[in-house]
């Protein structure tokens, strides 16, 4: 069901998009592709919305964290806004401090997406499409990206991302929904059991930037390859949590890149019930634990966020790619196409 969510200043109008199928609820703004809710059932039958979000238009614009936006170019920082491509520097827009976040400050986020409705078999979804000009926040090449979304009639939200460039570039597309699964509105994710499928994961500086360094994470508050509770490390005194007041890290995910999506996390709160398994073809997950949640924000139905509340599981390649060639490459070429797929299944 499509209906009229708001106008944007310029009178630009953003339409909210309702899909239900195999017991999950969507709802979809073609303003920044943004998931604006969730809702899947307990152990006991009961829906909750299990994102984060707002109840109007001027709320995304104004002040949203990225709540439930499509990222894009390219999801994460750029340390310094700078990369060079095949010999010639580039210079992006810097929008978190001295680094570029999520694509600049007009990113992918914040785009009005043409969006298409579907329905294959049993599954519905929507097509979204948006066109980048060559030069757009700083990024070489005319970028021609389409997203699916696809709810199947088991419940599992599936995220296809496609693109193709007239230019070589870099691109890295990901989804930055904020997850708490007792409910948008029941506190904080502490208790949530986590578990991760990865060895290892990138450092960073000061500034969030990775070091370059795959380090283990043996020994360290990384470690959730067995399942353990996001709070029960989160306030140690290592230094990377310091920097990040949390965790805020790439984890370098022990498949690696794959041609279909392959397991890599696990979600679950104890007291509804509600898991949430992740499937993905990137290499890498960024885990964020809300640490910058400020209490400064009202949300849906009147909730105040506030540090903590939810967490983000961004499917992706590594932050800081294009400076690093030791990590797997974001780069397209034209003639070629940008593919990944993650999947998110629900149960309780």
């Known amino acids: 069901m499509k209906s009229l969510f ?20 969507l709802k979809v703004l073609s303003y920044g592709g943004i998931v604006q809710s969730l809702e899947i059932p307990d152990r006991d039958g009961r829906y909750a919305n299990v994102s984060l979000g707002f109840d109007t238009i001027e709320d995304y614009v104004e002040g949203s964290p990225y709540f439930g936006a499509l990222i894009g170019r390219y999801g994460n920082r750029v340390a310094e806004g700078r990369f060079t491509l095949d010999g010639e520097s580039h210079e992006v827009n810097v929008n978190d401090g001295a680094n ?42 005319t970028l021609r990206t389409k997203v699916t979304y696809t709810l199947t009639r088991q419940g599992d939200w599936r995220v296809d991302y496609e693109a193709t460039t007239d230019k070589a570039t870099v691109v890295n597309l990901t989804s930055h929904v904020y997850w708490n699964l007792a409910g948008e509105d029941s506190g904080t994710i502490y208790d949530h059991e986590l578990e991760i499928a990865a060895s290892r994961y990138t450092p960073v500086d000061s500034g969030l930037i ?52 392959e397991h890599v996390a696990t979600l679950r709160d104890p007291s509804s019930g509600r898991t949430m398994r992740i499937a993905t073809t990137e290499p890498g997950l960024q885990f964020y634990s809300g640490n910058f949640l400020d209490g400064t924000l009202v949300g849906s139905g009147g909730t105040i966020y506030r540090q903590g509340d939810a967490l ?37």
């Open 6 to 25: 708001g106008k944007l200043a310029d009178g630009t109008k953003v339409h909210s998009w309702a899909l239900d199928n195999g017991g999950t609820r």
């Open 100 to 141: 570029s976040l999520h694509g600049g400050a007009q990113g992918f986020d914040t785009r009005v997406w043409d969006v298409e409705p579907f329905t294959e078999g049993s599954d519905v979804g929507l097509y979204l499409y948006c066109t980048s000009a060559d030069g757009e926040m700083g990024y070489p090449g």
């Open 210 to 261: 990775p070091t370059g360094e795959l380090a283990e994470v043996t020994g360290t508050p990384f470690d959730f390859r067995r399942a353990k509770t996001v709070g029960e490390d989160l306030r140690g005194a290592h230094r990377q949590l310091l920097y990040a007041k949390g965790f805020d890290h790439n984890w370098v995910l022990d498949k690696g890149v794959t041609r279909e999506p």
């Open 312 to 348: 983000c599981l961004e499917t992706q390649h590594y932050p800081d790619s294009p400076n690093h060639p030791s990590f797997p490459s974001t780069v397209l070429r034209p003639g070629q196409a940008y593919r990944t797929t993650t999947v998110h299944s629900f149960q309780a």
